[in-house]
């Protein structure tokens, strides 16, 4: 592996993975850049004792790092990650989501292309072991042709956490293409996240381009939501989000993020094969780094080989538009085609427009 230094901007709680993920893997943290001094003072605290800088775009041209890890609120991902690019690293891993509309998705796309940078956005689930074991149980034909998923994410807002349930969704049926959308939302909470207005809870039926199809349901924020989204949702078991993959023979149950192994089992569970009225819980082994860890690793593979990343740029888009055409189908009331034309934030504008509370 060629010599890498690194630098991350934004050093809140989701810095510390990417810390400990450079960490892993002996990759040097030569700058972090937050405007916050607490966030910096947890860089030097933490971090290897980086040179530490208000203003990333200054950090960027004194250290000259080879990665970069955007960990700012989605609504700071642009314009860093446009910067870093132009500074001339090689690689950007970005967190979810990828960006506040699909004209800033666009943009981020065109920067890294252009200056011939490897950009992920960090769907980390993709290397999870449940999730990994999972693909390959739909991959391994025991359920026969997948015709359709179901995914529940107990998550309030479908962009800001959401967008993993989108990630993964299409990811256990191969990352098929979304063609059409039809959905509707709730947002009439006032539920804020990250500084920005959110919705809080609804539902979308997407149709892929080779015939499959999912339904998505969404929603905690709001009151009453675990008892009337889904009453089969276990609180107790179930974390995060869950899928039912169904094929022509029987069906995969994933339960989600499950992280302790109970008593007498070899891991956590969660994963079930169901033929017919036989029911088999599956097992899997665990990786031995952590998920963003195996996220660079594939990072520094795609910059010194060309080989394509699970979690490119272009995969973190085509979760987004989905995002996004959820939100441009509640604002039209109507079924939406892809590619979405619309390059606004539907949400954000039905809140400006008074169809949803503005916030506080």
């Given at each position: 592996?060629?010599?890498?230094?690194?630098?991350i901007?934004?050093?809140?709680?989701m810095?510390?993975?990417?810390?400990?993920?450079y960490?892993?893997?002996?990759?040097?943290?030569?700058?972090?850049?937050?405007?916050?001094?607490?966030?910096?003072?947890?860089?030097?605290?933490?971090?290897?004792?980086?040179?530490?800088?208000?203003d990333?775009?200054?950090?960027?041209?004194?250290?000259?790092?080879?990665?970069?890890?955007?960990?700012?609120?989605?609504?700071?991902?642009?314009?860093?990650?446009?910067?870093?690019?132009?500074a001339g690293?090689?690689?950007?891993v970005?967190?979810?989501p990828?960006?506040?509309?699909?004209?800033?998705?666009?943009?981020?796309?065109?920067?890294c292309?252009?200056?011939?940078?490897?950009?992920?956005?960090?769907?980390q689930?993709?290397y999870g072991?449940?999730?990994?074991?999972?693909?390959?149980?739909v991959?391994?034909?025991?359920?026969?042709?997948?015709?359709?998923i179901?995914?529940?994410?107990?998550?309030?807002s479908?962009?800001?956490?959401?967008?993993?349930?989108i990630?993964m969704?299409r990811?256990l049926l191969g990352?098929?293409?979304?063609?059409r959308?039809?959905?509707q939302?709730?947002?009439?909470?006032?539920?804020e996240?990250?500084?920005?207005?959110?919705?809080?809870?609804?539902?979308?039926?997407?149709s892929?381009?080779?015939?499959?199809?999912a339904?998505?349901?969404?929603g905690l924020?709001?009151?009453?939501?675990?008892?009337r989204?889904?009453?089969?949702?276990?609180f107790?078991?179930?974390?995060?989000?869950?899928?039912v993959?169904?094929?022509?023979?029987g069906?995969?149950e994933?339960?989600?993020?499950l992280?302790?192994?109970?008593?007498?089992r070899?891991?956590p569970?969660?994963?079930?094969?169901?033929?017919g009225?036989?029911?088999q819980?599956?097992?899997?082994p665990?990786?031995?780094?952590?998920a963003i860890?195996?996220?660079?690793?594939?990072l520094?593979?795609?910059i010194e080989?060309?080989?394509?990343?699970?979690?490119?740029?272009?995969?973190?888009?085509?979760?987004?538009?989905?995002?996004m055409?959820?939100?441009?189908?509640?604002?039209r009331?109507?079924a939406?085609?892809?590619?979405v034309?619309?390059?606004?934030?539907a949400?954000?504008d039905?809140?400006?427009?008074?169809?949803?509370?503005?916030?506080?």
């Amino acid at each position: 592996m060629q010599e890498y230094t690194a630098a991350i901007i934004g050093c809140g709680r989701m810095s510390r993975g990417h810390a400990g993920a450079y960490k892993a893997l002996d990759i040097p943290i030569v700058g972090a850049a937050d405007i916050a001094e607490e966030g910096l003072q947890r860089a030097r605290e933490h971090y290897g004792s980086p040179k530490t800088y208000t203003d990333y775009r200054e950090m960027l041209a004194e250290v000259r790092p080879n990665l970069v890890s955007v960990v700012t609120a989605e609504m700071a991902h642009c314009a860093p990650v446009v910067a870093a690019a132009e500074a001339g690293v090689k690689g950007i891993v970005c967190e979810k989501p990828m960006a506040m509309s699909l004209a800033e998705g666009k943009e981020m796309l065109r920067a890294c292309r252009e200056n011939d940078v490897v950009l992920t956005i960090s769907h980390q689930r993709q290397y999870g072991a449940q999730y990994v074991a999972a693909r390959e149980l739909v991959e391994s034909g025991e359920i026969g042709d997948v015709r359709f998923i179901e995914a529940y994410a107990m998550a309030p807002s479908i962009h800001t956490d959401g967008t993993h349930t989108i990630h993964m969704l299409r990811s256990l049926l191969g990352d098929p293409t979304v063609v059409r959308v039809m959905a509707q939302i709730d947002g009439n909470s006032d539920y804020e996240y990250f500084g920005h207005r959110c919705d809080h809870a609804g539902n979308a039926f997407l149709s892929f381009d080779d015939g499959r199809y999912a339904h998505l349901t969404w929603g905690l924020a709001s009151p009453g939501a675990k008892d009337r989204l889904h009453p089969a949702w276990d609180f107790d078991t179930q974390a995060y989000h869950a899928f039912v993959v169904h094929g022509e023979h029987g069906r995969v149950e994933l339960d989600g993020d499950l992280y302790e192994t109970p008593e007498g089992r070899s891991c956590p569970g969660g994963l079930r094969l169901c033929v017919g009225k036989d029911i088999q819980d599956i097992d899997y082994p665990w990786p031995g780094e952590g998920a963003i860890a195996l996220e660079l690793r594939d990072l520094v593979r795609s910059i010194e080989t060309g080989a394509d990343h699970p979690l490119s740029g272009e995969n973190g888009y085509a979760a987004l538009e989905v995002v996004m055409g959820i939100y441009e189908s509640s604002r039209r009331r109507g079924a939406v085609e892809f590619p979405v034309e619309a390059t606004d934030n539907a949400f954000l504008d039905m809140c400006s427009s008074g169809v949803f509370p503005t916030g506080s």
